[in-house]
């Protein structure tokens, strides 16, 4: 079984920064995507950024240049650096972490975390 521990969520105002970590345990590909998601009140579950265990990253165009995703593939932690804040980011912010694997047919494996609030106060 696979568990992912999110931290770092929070209250800041606009133009502040959060980082925010989440580790993942248990039986866990070395070969993975790990990202984070998030959904705001009333709104559905959108892509933030996303990372390759092989440092390929992904960002929506939202956050492009203000978040910084990265990877600790040694301790299979993932961060999200949030800088220039907007109450827009206000959100519940989810990790993902998936990998699929081909032994005659696809497996794909697909796992969430709790969420963490982050809330930006103009």
């Known amino acids: 079984q696979v568990q992912l521990v999110e931290s770092g969520g929070g209250l800041v105002q606009a133009g502040g920064s959060l980082r925010l970590s989440c580790a993942a345990f248990g039986s866990i590909s070395s070969i993975n995507t790990m990202g984070w998601y998030r959904q705001a009140t009333g709104k559905q579950r959108d892509s933030v950024a996303r990372i390759t265990s092989g440092g390929t990253t992904y960002y929506a165009d939202s956050v492009k240049g203000r978040f910084t995703i990265s990877r600790d593939n040694a301790k299979n932690t993932v961060y999200l650096q949030m800088n220039s804040l907007k109450p827009e980011d206000t959100a519940v912010y989810y990790c993902?972490?998936?990998?699929?694997?081909?032994?005659?047919?696809?497996?794909?494996?697909?796992?969430w975390g709790q969420g963490t609030q982050v809330t930006v106060s103009s």
């Open positions: 993902n972490l998936r990998w699929a694997t081909w032994d005659r047919s696809l497996k794909e494996y697909d796992y």
